[in-house]
Nanobody
Framework: VQLQASGGGLVQAGGSLRLSCAAS?????MAWFRQAPGKEREFVAG????????YYTDSVKGRFTISKDNAKNTVYLQMNSLNAEDTAVYYC??????????????????WGQGTQVTVSS
C-alpha cells in the first residue's frame, strides 16, 4: 500500500488546515504522526478501519479531527486553532494488521512521504 499525503502549508496562528492521505488500497487503522525539528516523531491522531473509533494526543484534543472515507481510501486531518507548537512535518501511516488503534510508530507498516505544516505566530 502506498500513502500520499497532501494539504500542508503556511498558516497564521489561529488558522486552519486540512491534511489528506490517499491510500492506494484498503488499509486497517490509520493515523497521523508529526515530527518537529530535533524532536522524535509523535502520534497525533488515529482512526479505526471502520472510522468508528478515534484517538487523539492530549495537545490536539478539541482542535483536530481525524476522519476517513473508506470509499476513497482516504483519511483526513482537520486542524483548527493552530499554534506555533503544531509546526512540524506531518506523516500519515497505516497499520498492516486488524487491531486497535496504536500510538507507536513501530506498529504502522506503511508511511506517507510527509507534508510540512508551518504555523506563524
Amino acid at each position: 500500500v502506498q500513502l500520499q499525503a497532501s494539504g500542508g502549508g503556511l498558516v497564521q496562528a489561529g488558522g486552519s488546515l486540512r491534511l489528506s492521505c490517499a491510500a492506494s488500497g484498503s488499509t486497517y487503522a490509520m493515523a497521523w504522526f508529526r515530527q518537529a525539528p530535533g524532536k522524535e516523531r509523535e502520534f497525533v491522531a488515529g482512526i479505526s478501519w471502520s472510522g468508528g473509533s478515534t484517538y487523539y494526543t492530549d495537545s490536539v484534543k478539541g482542535r483536530f479531527t481525524i476522519s476517513k472515507d473508506n470509499a476513497k481510501n482516504t483519511v483526513y486531518l482537520q486542524m483548527n486553532s493552530l499554534n506555533a507548537e503544531d509546526t512540524a512535518v506531518y506523516y500519515c501511516a497505516a497499520d498492516r494488521f486488524p487491531r486497535t488503534i496504536s500510538t507507536g510508530t513501530r506498529n504502522f507498516g506503511f508511511w506517507g512521504q510527509g507534508t510540512q505544516v508551518t504555523v506563524s505566530s
